[in-house]
């Protein structure tokens, strides 16, 4: 992990301001920061650098490259997501040398060494449906591994992929559970794979297991544990009616310390008046 993560600021996801920011603004974006508490971003690269953004990542003096040099005199960005966002694929069919995902993939490979950023947080819950009802579990999951797995060779040895374990909740119809995730990336890792995670989204976990879920006991399973290579934190956890709540939030906290994880504070979709309130649940239980 980069050195710049000993501290552990949290970064605050762009995801959060889909309703806040249909348009990009650099004083809008400015303003919720300064709300947020930190000046650590969760980068979602279309928001800020345009939806053809990967079209345009080797134009040494373009758009995107003059608006990444304003984020990166602005902020620091902890893990990026949305990887593959506005591509027509689906992540167990056949995507080997897809042109369209390759040079997504070649451009975020460029993005993270120009941000300094190592971890990118696969997680779309709309890109993982079945495909054929005739097709069973066991190859939707050995195909997503595939792809998994030549996208993290292709991002090349310094970027991790770490993978969600989007739930049916959110539309996902394999690989849905963290369990199935854990594995996935434990087989991948035992087959050579050794740049991809796991991403513990805490939503998902609330989806998975209902909102009394005690994340002190998933991480103090040692097998699960080594997977995790980065976590996001939503506000409906951090606001739970549980005796363990704060509990958890110590562990999580501790753990991403130790590790030097990025973790970032993820709501999709926030309203104005409800950034202040995310930031505040997360500090106040320090």
């Known amino acids: 992990m980069t050195p710049s993560l000993a501290g552990l ?67 620091t960005v902890g893990s990026i997501q949305s990887l593959t966002y506005g591509l027509p694929i689906n992540l167990a069919d056949h995507l080997i040398d897809h042109p369209e995902l390759l040079r997504r993939l070649q451009a975020l490979g460029v993005l993270g060494k120009t941000t300094g950023c190592s971890v990118l947080i696969l997680g779309s819950p709309g890109q993982k449906k079945r495909l054929d009802p005739a097709m069973g579990e066991a190859e939707h999951k050995q195909r997503f591994m595939a792809n998994c797995s030549w996208m993290a060779h292709t991002l090349g040895p310094e970027l991790i992929l770490s993978l969600e374990h989007n739930t049916s909740v959110q539309g996902a119809e394999y690989c849905n559970t963290l369990a199935e995730i854990a594995d996935v990336v434990r087989t991948l890792r035992g087959d050579g794979t050794a740049t991809v995670g796991v991403n513990l989204d805490t939503k998902c976990l609330i989806h998975e297991f209902g909102p009394s879920v005690h994340v002190g006991e998933l991480l103090a399973d040692p097998g699960l544990a080594e997977l995790i290579t980065s976590i996001q934190v939503s506000y409906d956890f951090l606001t739970r009616d549980t005796p363990h709540r704060a509990e958890d939030h110590r562990h999580l906290l501790a753990f991403a310390r130790a590790r030097e994880l990025p973790l970032s504070l993820e709501e999709f979709g926030l309203l104005e008046h409800e950034v202040p309130p995310f930031a505040e649940a997360w500090n106040s239980q320090l």
């Open 9 to 75: 600021p949290y970064s605050f996801s762009m995801i959060n301001l889909v309703k806040l920011l249909p348009e990009w603004s650099w004083r809008g974006f400015d303003q919720v920061m300064v709300q947020a508490g930190t000046t650590r971003v969760e980068l979602v690269p279309s928001m800020v650098l345009g939806v053809d953004w990967d079209q345009q990542m080797e134009a040494s003096a373009g758009p995107v490259q003059q608006a990444l040099e304003q984020l990166l005199q602005r902020y």
